[in-house]
Protein backbone atom coordinates (compact mmCIF):
# COMPACT_ATOMS: atom_id res chain seq x y z
CA UNK A 1 0.00 0.00 0.00
CA UNK A 2 3.13 2.71 1.19
CA UNK A 3 4.19 2.15 -2.51
CA UNK A 4 0.80 3.01 -4.25
CA UNK A 5 0.46 5.88 -1.71
CA UNK A 6 3.29 7.49 -2.51
CA UNK A 7 2.16 7.51 -6.10
CA UNK A 8 2.63 11.01 -8.08
CA UNK A 9 5.29 12.11 -5.30
CA UNK A 10 8.48 10.35 -6.60
CA UNK A 11 8.79 8.90 -2.84
CA UNK A 12 8.44 5.28 -4.44
CA UNK A 13 11.79 5.58 -6.40
CA UNK A 14 13.77 5.34 -3.54
CA UNK A 15 12.80 2.00 -2.62
CA UNK A 16 12.78 -1.54 -4.02
CA UNK A 17 9.50 -2.25 -6.46
CA UNK A 18 7.23 -4.65 -4.91
CA UNK A 19 5.33 -7.19 -7.04
CA UNK A 20 1.59 -5.88 -6.17
CA UNK A 21 -0.61 -7.35 -4.05
CA UNK A 22 -4.47 -7.42 -3.70
CA UNK A 23 -4.46 -4.48 -1.58
CA UNK A 24 -2.25 -2.41 -3.66
CA UNK A 25 -4.49 -3.28 -6.76
CA UNK A 26 -7.22 -2.22 -4.95
CA UNK A 27 -6.25 0.54 -3.70
CA UNK A 28 -5.04 1.73 -7.19
CA UNK A 29 -8.46 0.97 -7.98
CA UNK A 30 -10.03 3.61 -5.50
CA UNK A 31 -7.73 6.23 -6.92
CA UNK A 32 -7.26 6.09 -10.11
CA UNK A 33 -10.13 7.13 -12.56
CA UNK A 34 -8.67 6.50 -15.87
CA UNK A 35 -6.20 4.12 -17.17
CA UNK A 36 -3.87 5.06 -20.04
CA UNK A 37 -2.62 2.24 -22.29
CA UNK A 38 0.25 1.37 -24.06
CA UNK A 39 -1.05 -1.34 -26.24
CA UNK A 40 2.09 -3.05 -27.88
CA UNK A 41 3.10 -5.35 -25.24
CA UNK A 42 0.37 -4.74 -22.64
CA UNK A 43 -2.79 -5.43 -24.55
CA UNK A 44 -1.89 -7.80 -27.47
CA UNK A 45 1.73 -9.03 -28.47
CA UNK A 46 1.74 -8.90 -32.45
CA UNK A 47 -0.98 -10.36 -33.42
CA UNK A 48 -2.65 -11.84 -30.03
CA UNK A 49 -4.32 -10.66 -27.51
CA UNK A 50 -2.67 -11.58 -23.88
CA UNK A 51 -4.84 -13.38 -22.16
CA UNK A 52 -7.40 -12.51 -19.54
CA UNK A 53 -6.70 -8.84 -20.95
CA UNK A 54 -10.30 -8.69 -22.50
CA UNK A 55 -11.87 -9.75 -19.06
CA UNK A 56 -9.89 -7.24 -17.72
CA UNK A 57 -11.29 -4.30 -19.65
CA UNK A 58 -14.54 -5.10 -19.15
CA UNK A 59 -14.12 -5.29 -15.71
CA UNK A 60 -12.15 -1.81 -15.62
CA UNK A 61 -15.05 -0.22 -18.16
CA UNK A 62 -18.00 -1.99 -15.61
CA UNK A 63 -16.36 0.11 -12.39
CA UNK A 64 -16.62 3.01 -14.49
CA UNK A 65 -13.54 3.62 -15.79
CA UNK A 66 -12.01 5.85 -18.18
CA UNK A 67 -9.64 3.76 -20.40
CA UNK A 68 -7.29 5.32 -23.31
CA UNK A 69 -5.36 3.40 -25.62
CA UNK A 70 -2.42 4.93 -27.00
CA UNK A 71 -0.57 4.66 -30.01
CA UNK A 72 2.42 6.67 -31.39
CA UNK A 73 1.32 5.46 -34.75
CA UNK A 74 0.10 8.36 -36.84
CA UNK A 75 -0.41 6.70 -40.02
CA UNK A 76 -4.32 6.06 -39.40
CA UNK A 77 -6.82 7.74 -37.47
CA UNK A 78 -8.66 6.72 -34.68
CA UNK A 79 -11.22 5.13 -36.83
CA UNK A 80 -8.83 3.66 -38.52
CA UNK A 81 -6.74 2.25 -36.05
CA UNK A 82 -9.86 0.74 -34.55
CA UNK A 83 -9.92 -2.15 -37.16
CA UNK A 84 -6.80 -3.40 -35.24
CA UNK A 85 -8.74 -3.77 -31.81
CA UNK A 86 -12.04 -5.31 -33.93
CA UNK A 87 -10.22 -7.92 -35.53
CA UNK A 88 -8.46 -8.84 -32.29
CA UNK A 89 -12.01 -9.37 -30.74
CA UNK A 90 -11.65 -6.15 -28.27
CA UNK A 91 -14.72 -4.04 -27.83
CA UNK A 92 -13.43 -0.85 -28.05
CA UNK A 93 -14.90 2.85 -28.78
CA UNK A 94 -12.61 5.00 -31.54
CA UNK A 95 -13.18 8.03 -28.91
CA UNK A 96 -11.00 5.85 -26.83
CA UNK A 97 -8.02 5.46 -28.87
CA UNK A 98 -5.78 8.34 -28.59
CA UNK A 99 -3.76 7.97 -31.73
CA UNK A 100 -0.72 10.59 -32.50
CA UNK A 101 -2.21 11.53 -35.43
CA UNK A 102 -5.30 12.44 -33.46
CA UNK A 103 -3.09 14.34 -30.83
CA UNK A 104 -1.67 16.95 -33.87
CA UNK A 105 -5.07 17.86 -34.42
CA UNK A 106 -6.03 17.82 -31.13
CA UNK A 107 -3.27 19.81 -30.84
CA UNK A 108 -4.14 22.72 -33.35
CA UNK A 109 -7.46 22.74 -31.85
CA UNK A 110 -5.96 23.93 -28.75
CA UNK A 111 -3.78 26.52 -29.55
CA UNK A 112 -6.43 27.65 -31.69
CA UNK A 113 -5.05 27.18 -35.27
CA UNK A 114 -6.55 30.15 -37.70
CA UNK A 115 -9.41 29.19 -39.36
CA UNK A 116 -7.55 30.89 -42.88
CA UNK A 117 -4.52 29.00 -42.36
CA UNK A 118 -3.62 25.71 -43.69
CA UNK A 119 -1.29 22.70 -42.55
CA UNK A 120 1.05 20.89 -44.57
CA UNK A 121 1.40 16.94 -44.28
CA UNK A 122 4.28 14.82 -44.08
CA UNK A 123 2.60 11.56 -43.52
CA UNK A 124 -0.16 8.97 -44.45
CA UNK A 125 -3.79 9.11 -44.33
CA UNK A 126 -4.58 8.99 -40.48
CA UNK A 127 -3.23 12.94 -40.13
CA UNK A 128 -5.45 13.90 -42.71
CA UNK A 129 -8.84 11.92 -41.40
CA UNK A 130 -8.00 13.68 -38.12
CA UNK A 131 -7.69 17.29 -38.90
CA UNK A 132 -10.67 17.30 -40.92
CA UNK A 133 -12.43 15.98 -38.27
CA UNK A 134 -11.46 19.35 -36.11
CA UNK A 135 -12.25 21.02 -39.52
CA UNK A 136 -8.40 22.26 -40.37
CA UNK A 137 -7.83 22.77 -44.11
CA UNK A 138 -4.40 20.55 -45.15
CA UNK A 139 -1.98 19.96 -48.03
CA UNK A 140 0.23 17.52 -48.83
CA UNK A 141 0.21 13.87 -47.74
CA UNK A 142 -0.33 10.87 -49.82
CA UNK A 143 -1.22 13.75 -52.93
CA UNK A 144 2.31 14.69 -52.76
CA UNK A 145 3.56 11.02 -52.69
CA UNK A 146 5.03 10.29 -56.98
CA UNK A 147 5.62 14.19 -56.73
CA UNK A 148 9.68 14.27 -58.32
CA UNK A 149 11.74 17.63 -58.28
CA UNK A 150 12.88 17.74 -61.94
CA UNK A 151 15.65 20.42 -61.90
CA UNK A 152 15.78 23.04 -64.66
CA UNK A 153 18.12 25.95 -64.25
CA UNK A 154 16.26 28.84 -62.21
CA UNK A 155 13.66 26.14 -61.15
CA UNK A 156 12.13 27.09 -57.56
CA UNK A 157 9.28 25.16 -55.71
CA UNK A 158 6.69 27.44 -54.73
CA UNK A 159 4.99 26.97 -50.80
CA UNK A 160 1.63 27.91 -50.11
CA UNK A 161 2.11 31.13 -48.23
CA UNK A 162 -0.90 30.27 -46.00
CA UNK A 163 0.71 27.48 -44.69
CA UNK A 164 1.11 28.20 -40.98
CA UNK A 165 1.97 24.61 -39.70
CA UNK A 166 3.50 21.16 -41.20
CA UNK A 167 2.99 18.36 -39.30
CA UNK A 168 5.39 15.42 -39.67
CA UNK A 169 3.97 11.73 -39.14
CA UNK A 170 5.59 8.56 -40.36
CA UNK A 171 5.79 8.41 -44.08
CA UNK A 172 6.45 5.54 -46.17
CA UNK A 173 6.61 7.57 -49.24
CA UNK A 174 8.65 10.51 -48.20
CA UNK A 175 10.22 12.06 -50.71
CA UNK A 176 12.66 14.86 -51.86
CA UNK A 177 9.47 17.19 -52.89
CA UNK A 178 7.83 16.71 -49.55
CA UNK A 179 11.55 17.05 -47.88
CA UNK A 180 12.31 20.66 -49.61
CA UNK A 181 8.41 21.65 -49.30
CA UNK A 182 8.34 20.94 -45.77
CA UNK A 183 11.69 23.13 -45.40
CA UNK A 184 10.34 25.81 -47.52
CA UNK A 185 7.06 26.79 -45.35
CA UNK A 186 9.19 26.19 -42.07
CA UNK A 187 12.18 28.24 -42.92
CA UNK A 188 9.87 31.05 -45.07
CA UNK A 189 6.84 30.93 -43.98
CA UNK A 190 6.62 33.48 -41.04
CA UNK A 191 5.69 32.24 -37.87
CA UNK A 192 4.92 28.31 -39.29
CA UNK A 193 4.79 25.87 -36.88
CA UNK A 194 6.76 22.64 -37.06
CA UNK A 195 5.06 19.54 -35.49
CA UNK A 196 6.22 15.88 -35.22
CA UNK A 197 3.56 13.08 -34.13
CA UNK A 198 6.10 11.41 -32.45
CA UNK A 199 10.34 10.86 -32.50
CA UNK A 200 10.04 7.28 -32.40
CA UNK A 201 13.32 5.74 -33.70
CA UNK A 202 11.67 2.71 -34.72
CA UNK A 203 8.27 1.60 -35.48
CA UNK A 204 6.84 -2.06 -36.06
CA UNK A 205 5.07 -2.25 -39.56
CA UNK A 206 5.59 -6.31 -39.58
CA UNK A 207 6.25 -8.31 -37.03
CA UNK A 208 8.98 -9.45 -38.99
CA UNK A 209 11.84 -6.80 -37.97
CA UNK A 210 11.66 -3.19 -36.52
CA UNK A 211 11.63 -0.65 -39.25
CA UNK A 212 13.05 2.68 -39.49
CA UNK A 213 10.33 5.05 -37.93
CA UNK A 214 8.89 8.97 -37.71
CA UNK A 215 12.51 9.73 -36.11
CA UNK A 216 13.30 9.67 -39.46
CA UNK A 217 10.53 12.02 -41.41
CA UNK A 218 10.85 14.48 -38.47
CA UNK A 219 15.02 14.02 -38.48
CA UNK A 220 15.30 14.65 -42.19
CA UNK A 221 13.18 18.23 -41.52
CA UNK A 222 15.13 18.64 -38.68
CA UNK A 223 18.10 18.80 -40.73
CA UNK A 224 17.23 21.30 -43.23
CA UNK A 225 15.66 23.91 -41.14
CA UNK A 226 18.10 23.41 -38.01
CA UNK A 227 14.68 23.81 -35.89
CA UNK A 228 13.34 21.29 -33.40
CA UNK A 229 9.84 20.51 -33.53
CA UNK A 230 6.71 20.04 -30.90
CA UNK A 231 6.04 16.60 -30.11
CA UNK A 232 2.35 16.12 -29.56
CA UNK A 233 2.70 12.13 -28.92
CA UNK A 234 3.90 10.08 -26.86
CA UNK A 235 5.96 11.09 -24.28
CA UNK A 236 4.99 14.84 -24.73
CA UNK A 237 3.54 16.55 -21.99
CA UNK A 238 0.61 17.37 -24.31
CA UNK A 239 -1.00 14.23 -24.38
CA UNK A 240 -1.44 14.27 -20.98
CA UNK A 241 -2.86 17.87 -20.07
CA UNK A 242 -5.38 17.07 -23.15
CA UNK A 243 -6.67 13.61 -21.41
CA UNK A 244 -6.49 15.11 -17.88
CA UNK A 245 -8.06 18.01 -19.32
CA UNK A 246 -11.23 16.21 -21.47
CA UNK A 247 -11.55 13.99 -18.71
CA UNK A 248 -11.15 16.67 -15.66
CA UNK A 249 -9.31 14.74 -13.33
CA UNK A 250 -5.99 14.92 -11.59
CA UNK A 251 -2.56 13.64 -12.82
CA UNK A 252 -2.64 10.96 -9.94
CA UNK A 253 -6.12 10.12 -11.13
CA UNK A 254 -4.61 8.91 -14.05
CA UNK A 255 -2.68 5.41 -14.29
CA UNK A 256 -0.19 4.74 -16.74
CA UNK A 257 -0.17 1.34 -17.73
CA UNK A 258 2.59 0.29 -19.80
CA UNK A 259 5.79 -2.68 -20.72
CA UNK A 260 8.62 -0.15 -21.17
CA UNK A 261 10.56 1.28 -17.73
CA UNK A 262 12.40 3.89 -20.24
CA UNK A 263 9.28 5.17 -22.16
CA UNK A 264 5.69 4.52 -20.69
CA UNK A 265 6.47 4.66 -16.60
CA UNK A 266 9.14 7.49 -16.89
CA UNK A 267 6.76 9.50 -19.41
CA UNK A 268 3.89 8.81 -16.33
CA UNK A 269 6.28 9.69 -13.61
CA UNK A 270 7.57 12.80 -15.02
CA UNK A 271 3.78 13.52 -15.58
CA UNK A 272 3.16 13.17 -12.25
CA UNK A 273 0.93 9.87 -13.14
CA UNK A 274 0.17 6.84 -11.19
CA UNK A 275 2.60 3.84 -12.87
CA UNK A 276 1.77 0.36 -13.38
CA UNK A 277 4.19 -1.46 -15.41
CA UNK A 278 3.33 -5.12 -16.87
CA UNK A 279 6.05 -7.59 -17.50
CA UNK A 280 3.97 -9.02 -20.26
CA UNK A 281 6.13 -6.76 -23.10
CA UNK A 282 10.01 -6.06 -23.28
CA UNK A 283 10.81 -5.83 -19.48
CA UNK A 284 11.71 -8.47 -17.34
CA UNK A 285 11.54 -8.66 -13.78
CA UNK A 286 15.13 -8.97 -13.70
CA UNK A 287 16.00 -5.74 -15.60
CA UNK A 288 12.92 -3.96 -13.50
CA UNK A 289 15.04 -5.14 -10.24
CA UNK A 290 18.15 -5.04 -11.19
CA UNK A 291 20.21 -2.45 -9.24
CA UNK A 292 21.03 -0.38 -12.39
CA UNK A 293 17.51 0.28 -12.72
CA UNK A 294 16.20 3.68 -11.28
CA UNK A 295 13.01 4.32 -13.08
CA UNK A 296 10.62 2.30 -10.49
CA UNK A 297 6.64 2.11 -11.31
CA UNK A 298 4.08 2.65 -8.48
CA UNK A 299 2.92 -0.93 -8.88
CA UNK A 300 3.97 -3.77 -11.28
CA UNK A 301 2.73 -7.63 -12.06
CA UNK A 302 3.07 -10.01 -14.46
CA UNK A 303 0.19 -8.94 -16.93
CA UNK A 304 -2.68 -6.57 -17.03
CA UNK A 305 -4.96 -9.57 -16.06
CA UNK A 306 -3.53 -10.21 -12.72
CA UNK A 307 -5.66 -6.86 -12.08
CA UNK A 308 -8.81 -9.97 -12.19
CA UNK A 309 -7.64 -10.78 -9.01
CA UNK A 310 -9.34 -7.78 -7.00
CA UNK A 311 -12.60 -10.12 -7.81
CA UNK A 312 -11.72 -13.08 -6.13
CA UNK A 313 -12.88 -14.00 -2.88
CA UNK A 314 -10.16 -12.52 -0.23
CA UNK A 315 -9.45 -15.81 0.74
CA UNK A 316 -9.21 -17.91 -2.45
CA UNK B 1 51.77 42.39 -40.77
CA UNK B 2 51.28 41.78 -36.86
CA UNK B 3 47.81 39.93 -38.09
CA UNK B 4 49.56 37.76 -40.11
CA UNK B 5 52.40 36.99 -38.08
CA UNK B 6 49.72 35.46 -35.35
CA UNK B 7 48.43 33.03 -37.33
CA UNK B 8 47.02 30.07 -36.21
CA UNK B 9 47.71 30.74 -32.72
CA UNK B 10 44.45 32.56 -32.42
CA UNK B 11 46.23 36.36 -30.81
CA UNK B 12 44.79 37.87 -33.80
CA UNK B 13 41.02 37.68 -32.73
CA UNK B 14 41.68 39.99 -29.84
CA UNK B 15 42.49 43.14 -32.27
CA UNK B 16 40.06 44.78 -34.76
CA UNK B 17 40.55 43.00 -38.14
CA UNK B 18 42.38 45.55 -40.68
CA UNK B 19 41.98 45.28 -44.34
CA UNK B 20 45.35 42.99 -45.85
CA UNK B 21 47.75 45.69 -47.00
CA UNK B 22 50.37 45.03 -49.56
CA UNK B 23 52.82 43.81 -47.21
CA UNK B 24 50.26 41.78 -45.62
CA UNK B 25 49.65 40.09 -48.61
CA UNK B 26 53.49 39.50 -49.65
CA UNK B 27 53.17 38.27 -45.81
CA UNK B 28 50.60 35.51 -46.65
CA UNK B 29 52.42 34.78 -49.56
CA UNK B 30 56.08 33.76 -47.89
CA UNK B 31 54.30 31.86 -45.19
CA UNK B 32 51.76 29.64 -47.10
CA UNK B 33 52.23 27.13 -49.59
CA UNK B 34 48.75 25.59 -50.11
CA UNK B 35 45.68 27.58 -50.59
CA UNK B 36 42.05 25.94 -49.82
CA UNK B 37 39.12 27.95 -51.66
CA UNK B 38 35.81 27.93 -50.61
CA UNK B 39 33.91 28.17 -54.12
CA UNK B 40 30.98 29.68 -53.58
CA UNK B 41 31.27 33.37 -53.25
CA UNK B 42 35.01 33.45 -53.64
CA UNK B 43 35.95 31.81 -57.14
CA UNK B 44 32.51 32.59 -58.76
CA UNK B 45 28.72 33.95 -57.70
CA UNK B 46 26.16 31.64 -59.50
CA UNK B 47 27.19 31.24 -63.21
CA UNK B 48 30.02 33.96 -63.20
CA UNK B 49 33.56 33.77 -62.09
CA UNK B 50 34.80 36.54 -59.96
CA UNK B 51 36.54 39.77 -61.71
CA UNK B 52 40.09 38.99 -61.83
CA UNK B 53 39.93 35.40 -60.06
CA UNK B 54 41.48 34.10 -63.12
CA UNK B 55 44.69 35.63 -63.22
CA UNK B 56 44.89 35.12 -59.37
CA UNK B 57 44.87 31.47 -59.78
CA UNK B 58 47.67 31.88 -62.45
CA UNK B 59 49.54 33.87 -60.00
CA UNK B 60 49.55 32.10 -57.27
CA UNK B 61 50.01 28.57 -59.64
CA UNK B 62 53.24 30.19 -60.97
CA UNK B 63 54.65 31.23 -57.64
CA UNK B 64 54.30 26.78 -57.15
CA UNK B 65 51.35 27.21 -54.70
CA UNK B 66 49.24 24.28 -54.08
CA UNK B 67 45.42 24.88 -54.96
CA UNK B 68 42.51 22.85 -53.22
CA UNK B 69 38.75 24.33 -54.45
CA UNK B 70 36.78 22.40 -51.92
CA UNK B 71 33.20 21.45 -51.96
CA UNK B 72 30.57 19.62 -50.03
CA UNK B 73 28.89 18.73 -53.29
CA UNK B 74 29.15 14.98 -53.41
CA UNK B 75 26.62 14.61 -55.74
CA UNK B 76 29.40 14.71 -58.86
CA UNK B 77 32.66 12.88 -58.28
CA UNK B 78 35.93 15.33 -58.88
CA UNK B 79 36.18 14.26 -62.93
CA UNK B 80 32.39 15.54 -62.73
CA UNK B 81 32.74 18.48 -60.72
CA UNK B 82 35.13 19.57 -63.55
CA UNK B 83 32.93 20.56 -65.73
CA UNK B 84 31.86 23.43 -63.71
CA UNK B 85 35.11 25.27 -63.35
CA UNK B 86 35.86 24.50 -67.59
CA UNK B 87 32.28 25.58 -68.39
CA UNK B 88 33.78 29.14 -66.32
CA UNK B 89 37.07 29.03 -68.43
CA UNK B 90 38.81 27.94 -65.24
CA UNK B 91 42.03 26.04 -66.27
CA UNK B 92 41.28 23.48 -62.80
CA UNK B 93 42.71 19.96 -62.50
CA UNK B 94 40.60 17.32 -60.85
CA UNK B 95 43.15 16.78 -58.80
CA UNK B 96 42.73 20.12 -57.25
CA UNK B 97 38.86 19.38 -56.41
CA UNK B 98 37.98 18.49 -53.44
CA UNK B 99 34.47 17.12 -53.31
CA UNK B 100 32.67 15.63 -50.43
CA UNK B 101 32.10 12.67 -52.46
CA UNK B 102 36.16 12.36 -52.50
CA UNK B 103 36.11 12.60 -48.76
CA UNK B 104 34.19 9.87 -48.02
CA UNK B 105 36.25 7.70 -50.52
CA UNK B 106 39.70 9.41 -48.89
CA UNK B 107 38.25 8.71 -45.24
CA UNK B 108 37.64 4.71 -46.13
CA UNK B 109 40.93 4.63 -47.83
CA UNK B 110 43.27 5.99 -44.75
CA UNK B 111 41.34 3.84 -42.25
CA UNK B 112 42.57 1.11 -44.46
CA UNK B 113 38.41 -0.23 -45.26
CA UNK B 114 38.40 -3.60 -45.16
CA UNK B 115 38.92 -5.22 -49.07
CA UNK B 116 36.44 -7.78 -48.60
CA UNK B 117 33.47 -5.55 -46.93
CA UNK B 118 31.21 -3.13 -48.71
CA UNK B 119 29.83 0.24 -48.62
CA UNK B 120 26.31 0.96 -48.59
CA UNK B 121 25.11 4.62 -50.66
CA UNK B 122 22.98 7.27 -49.89
CA UNK B 123 23.39 9.22 -52.36
CA UNK B 124 24.63 9.88 -55.83
CA UNK B 125 27.09 8.71 -58.29
CA UNK B 126 29.89 11.14 -57.22
CA UNK B 127 30.19 9.06 -54.11
CA UNK B 128 30.22 5.73 -56.46
CA UNK B 129 32.72 7.19 -58.39
CA UNK B 130 35.12 7.91 -56.04
CA UNK B 131 34.82 4.92 -54.43
CA UNK B 132 35.62 3.03 -57.53
CA UNK B 133 38.63 5.15 -57.80
CA UNK B 134 39.89 4.06 -54.79
CA UNK B 135 38.51 0.11 -55.30
CA UNK B 136 36.06 -0.05 -52.41
CA UNK B 137 32.83 -2.34 -53.61
CA UNK B 138 29.72 -0.29 -53.02
CA UNK B 139 25.79 -0.89 -53.48
CA UNK B 140 22.39 1.17 -52.97
CA UNK B 141 23.17 4.97 -54.64
CA UNK B 142 20.99 5.28 -57.95
CA UNK B 143 20.38 1.67 -58.13
CA UNK B 144 18.04 2.02 -55.35
CA UNK B 145 16.24 5.46 -56.40
CA UNK B 146 12.83 3.52 -57.53
CA UNK B 147 12.46 1.38 -55.24
CA UNK B 148 9.78 0.51 -52.59
CA UNK B 149 8.61 -1.24 -49.74
CA UNK B 150 5.49 -2.67 -50.48
CA UNK B 151 4.13 -4.34 -47.42
CA UNK B 152 3.11 -8.21 -46.96
CA UNK B 153 2.63 -9.77 -43.32
CA UNK B 154 5.70 -11.24 -42.31
CA UNK B 155 7.90 -9.15 -44.39
CA UNK B 156 11.53 -7.82 -43.83
CA UNK B 157 14.35 -6.33 -45.57
CA UNK B 158 17.49 -8.35 -45.55
CA UNK B 159 20.12 -6.09 -45.68
CA UNK B 160 23.87 -7.21 -47.08
CA UNK B 161 25.93 -8.79 -43.41
CA UNK B 162 29.23 -7.46 -45.93
CA UNK B 163 27.96 -3.80 -45.69
CA UNK B 164 30.48 -2.17 -42.76
CA UNK B 165 29.46 1.40 -44.12
CA UNK B 166 27.01 3.44 -45.09
CA UNK B 167 28.11 6.65 -46.30
CA UNK B 168 25.17 9.67 -46.38
CA UNK B 169 25.41 12.43 -48.98
CA UNK B 170 22.90 14.11 -50.84
CA UNK B 171 20.30 12.41 -52.55
CA UNK B 172 17.47 14.05 -54.34
CA UNK B 173 16.02 10.60 -54.91
CA UNK B 174 16.11 9.84 -50.89
CA UNK B 175 13.60 7.19 -50.14
CA UNK B 176 11.92 4.83 -47.60
CA UNK B 177 13.67 1.75 -48.87
CA UNK B 178 16.98 3.69 -48.54
CA UNK B 179 16.48 4.98 -45.31
CA UNK B 180 15.14 1.34 -44.27
CA UNK B 181 17.69 -0.13 -45.50
CA UNK B 182 20.90 2.07 -44.31
CA UNK B 183 19.35 1.75 -40.88
CA UNK B 184 19.19 -2.08 -40.87
CA UNK B 185 23.20 -1.80 -41.56
CA UNK B 186 23.96 0.47 -38.89
CA UNK B 187 22.20 -1.25 -36.40
CA UNK B 188 22.32 -4.57 -37.01
CA UNK B 189 25.96 -5.10 -38.99
CA UNK B 190 28.01 -5.56 -36.18
CA UNK B 191 31.09 -2.29 -36.51
CA UNK B 192 29.43 -0.53 -39.23
CA UNK B 193 29.66 2.92 -39.74
CA UNK B 194 28.03 5.72 -40.04
CA UNK B 195 29.68 7.90 -42.79
CA UNK B 196 27.94 11.58 -43.81
CA UNK B 197 29.77 13.53 -46.38
CA UNK B 198 28.83 16.79 -44.64
CA UNK B 199 25.51 18.06 -42.34
CA UNK B 200 25.11 21.72 -44.71
CA UNK B 201 21.37 22.18 -44.38
CA UNK B 202 21.13 23.89 -47.64
CA UNK B 203 22.25 23.27 -50.69
CA UNK B 204 22.06 25.14 -54.24
CA UNK B 205 20.49 23.42 -56.65
CA UNK B 206 19.14 26.01 -58.56
CA UNK B 207 20.14 30.05 -58.43
CA UNK B 208 16.30 30.41 -57.89
CA UNK B 209 16.13 29.54 -53.77
CA UNK B 210 17.72 27.49 -51.48
CA UNK B 211 17.31 23.55 -51.55
CA UNK B 212 16.93 21.52 -48.60
CA UNK B 213 20.97 19.70 -48.46
CA UNK B 214 22.24 16.57 -47.11
CA UNK B 215 21.53 17.40 -43.41
CA UNK B 216 18.36 15.92 -44.53
CA UNK B 217 19.41 12.58 -45.40
CA UNK B 218 21.53 12.34 -42.46
CA UNK B 219 18.81 14.08 -40.70
CA UNK B 220 16.80 10.57 -41.63
CA UNK B 221 19.18 8.10 -40.23
CA UNK B 222 20.16 9.34 -37.48
CA UNK B 223 16.81 9.94 -36.69
CA UNK B 224 16.11 6.11 -37.20
CA UNK B 225 19.34 4.97 -35.51
CA UNK B 226 20.10 7.74 -32.77
CA UNK B 227 23.80 7.20 -34.13
CA UNK B 228 25.85 10.42 -34.67
CA UNK B 229 27.66 10.07 -38.33
CA UNK B 230 31.11 10.72 -39.16
CA UNK B 231 31.67 13.42 -41.04
CA UNK B 232 34.58 13.78 -43.70
CA UNK B 233 33.34 17.14 -46.04
CA UNK B 234 33.76 20.45 -44.82
CA UNK B 235 34.10 21.61 -41.71
CA UNK B 236 35.34 18.20 -40.23
CA UNK B 237 38.97 18.02 -39.64
CA UNK B 238 39.22 14.73 -41.79
CA UNK B 239 40.10 16.86 -44.73
CA UNK B 240 42.09 19.56 -42.97
CA UNK B 241 44.53 15.95 -41.99
CA UNK B 242 43.94 14.63 -45.22
CA UNK B 243 45.47 17.51 -46.52
CA UNK B 244 48.32 18.87 -45.03
CA UNK B 245 49.28 14.72 -44.99
CA UNK B 246 49.31 14.29 -48.78
CA UNK B 247 51.09 17.98 -49.26
CA UNK B 248 53.57 17.53 -46.34
CA UNK B 249 52.73 20.41 -44.96
CA UNK B 250 52.62 21.95 -41.20
CA UNK B 251 48.67 23.75 -40.50
CA UNK B 252 49.99 27.70 -40.66
CA UNK B 253 51.34 26.83 -44.17
CA UNK B 254 47.64 26.23 -45.59
CA UNK B 255 45.54 28.98 -46.12
CA UNK B 256 41.83 28.44 -45.45
CA UNK B 257 40.08 31.46 -48.33
CA UNK B 258 36.74 31.69 -47.66
CA UNK B 259 33.54 34.30 -47.90
CA UNK B 260 31.76 33.38 -44.80
CA UNK B 261 32.86 34.22 -41.15
CA UNK B 262 30.97 30.93 -39.24
CA UNK B 263 31.85 28.35 -41.38
CA UNK B 264 35.07 28.78 -43.90
CA UNK B 265 37.28 31.26 -41.17
CA UNK B 266 35.89 29.10 -38.28
CA UNK B 267 36.70 26.24 -39.75
CA UNK B 268 40.03 27.20 -40.90
CA UNK B 269 40.95 28.99 -37.33
CA UNK B 270 39.77 25.43 -35.20
CA UNK B 271 42.25 23.70 -37.89
CA UNK B 272 45.34 25.88 -37.00
CA UNK B 273 45.01 27.37 -40.58
CA UNK B 274 46.21 30.67 -41.86
CA UNK B 275 42.65 32.16 -42.51
CA UNK B 276 41.60 34.50 -45.05
CA UNK B 277 38.15 36.16 -45.99
CA UNK B 278 36.97 38.02 -49.25
CA UNK B 279 34.11 40.26 -49.16
CA UNK B 280 32.81 38.89 -52.49
CA UNK B 281 30.04 36.55 -51.34
CA UNK B 282 27.77 36.69 -48.49
CA UNK B 283 30.11 38.88 -45.88
CA UNK B 284 30.36 42.20 -45.40
CA UNK B 285 32.49 44.48 -44.25
CA UNK B 286 30.72 45.74 -42.15
CA UNK B 287 29.42 42.25 -40.89
CA UNK B 288 33.18 41.66 -40.29
CA UNK B 289 33.68 44.88 -38.28
CA UNK B 290 30.99 44.51 -36.14
CA UNK B 291 31.43 44.21 -31.93
CA UNK B 292 28.60 41.41 -32.15
CA UNK B 293 31.58 39.26 -34.34
CA UNK B 294 34.34 37.68 -33.03
CA UNK B 295 35.54 35.53 -35.56
CA UNK B 296 38.36 37.41 -36.83
CA UNK B 297 40.06 36.05 -40.29
CA UNK B 298 44.31 36.21 -40.42
CA UNK B 299 43.59 39.25 -43.15
CA UNK B 300 40.76 40.36 -45.39
CA UNK B 301 40.17 41.68 -48.89
CA UNK B 302 37.49 42.88 -51.25
CA UNK B 303 37.80 39.82 -53.17
CA UNK B 304 40.32 37.20 -53.72
CA UNK B 305 41.73 39.25 -57.16
CA UNK B 306 42.95 41.93 -54.35
CA UNK B 307 45.60 39.41 -54.02
CA UNK B 308 47.18 40.36 -57.88
CA UNK B 309 48.52 43.59 -55.96
CA UNK B 310 51.41 42.22 -55.04
CA UNK B 311 52.59 41.75 -58.80
CA UNK B 312 52.08 45.75 -59.00
CA UNK B 313 55.31 48.20 -58.34
CA UNK B 314 55.89 49.13 -54.38
CA UNK B 315 54.61 53.20 -55.58
CA UNK B 316 52.22 52.34 -58.66
Keep these: MAVVAAAGNGAATSSKPQRATVQDKKAILDKVDCFIFDCDGVIWRGDSVIDGVPETLDMLRAMGKQLVFVTNNSTKSRAGYLKK ?13 YSSSYAAAAYLEAIEFPQDKKVYVVGEVGIQEELDLKGIAHIGGPADADKKVELKPGM ?3 QDPDVAAVVVGFDR ?12 CIRENPGCMFIATNLDAVTHLTDAQEWAGNGSMVGAIRGSTKREPTVVGKPAEFMLENIATKFGLRRDQICMCGDRLDTDVLFGKNGGLTTMLVLSGVTTEEQLLSPDN ?6 YMDSLAAMLEVKLPVNA
Tied chains: 1, 2.
Excluded: M, R, W
Design 85 to 97: FTDLGLNVKSEEI
Design 156 to 158: LLE
Design 173 to 184: NINYYKIQYATL
Design 294 to 299: SIHPDV
